[in-house]
């Protein structure tokens, strides 16, 4: 079973940049789809960007296309979001989730790391 850490979070004005990262251990990233999910305060959890198992097809949310790159790293057992041109309402704490490579875009994921919060200040 594999077990999801995120890191990298933080404070950043408006337009800034930030990397957040998933590291995963317990198991091979390259069975696992992978993806980002946030949720702001008083909000449900909303999906952000997924990848596949390869890092050949990706998915984003309408809201940061163009905006944030997700990518990861299978020999390092690592995800990463690349988030430029932040917004206020990007703040959020941000999860990684993983499920095992099958259909795409997943149904659901099974795995989900504790969260890293990203606040973008006004």
């Known amino acids: 079973q594999v077990q999801l850490v995120e890191s990298g979070g933080g404070l950043v004005q408006t337009g800034g940049s930030l990397s957040v990262s998933c590291a995963a251990s317990?198991?091979?990233?390259?069975?696992?789809?992978m993806a980002w999910f946030r949720q702001a305060p008083g909000k449900e959890r909303e999906f952000v960007a997924a990848?596949?198992?390869?890092?050949?097809?990706?998915n984003y949310a309408d809201s940061v296309k163009g905006r944030f790159t997700i990518s990861r790293d299978n020999t390092k057992n690592t995800m990463y979001l690349q988030m430029n041109s932040l917004k206020p309402e990007d703040t959020a704490v941000y999860y990684c989730a993983a499920t095992l490579r099958g259909r795409w875009p997943p149904p659901l994921y099974n795995y989900w790391g504790q969260g890293t919060q990203v606040t973008v200040s006004s």
């Open positions: 317990g198991g091979t990233l390259s069975m696992y789809t």
């Open positions: 990848i596949s198992w390869s890092g050949v097809s990706t």
